[in-house]
């Protein structure tokens, strides 16, 4: 019994023997799951960000309780050197 599933899961992950349509809901499943995996580790409006040290504009590490020590703090993020 345990093969049998295992060799369904198997040809599930494949695609074999899919309809279009419940091929799309599947991944249409999957990618809602993979989304909520991701955004369940995000901190919510009001949540304390934990400490972390990021280089700023001109590559010194900077710690946000440092930038906290002097005030709000805003992190923005950018591509920088194009």
Known sequence: MEQDLRS???R?????GLTPEV????ERAYA??????ITAKVPKEGEVAPDFV??????IPVALSDALA?????????????
């Open 32 to 37: 809602e799951i993979a989304q909520k995996v």
């Open 54 to 59: 990021l280089p700023n504009a001109v590559g």
């Open 12 to 16: 599930l992950e494949q695609g074999k």
């Open 70 to 82: 002097h005030g709000p703090a805003v992190v923005t993020f950018y591509r920088g050197i194009w």
């Open 23 to 26: 091929k799309a809901q599947l």
């Open 8 to 10: 369904q899961i198997e």
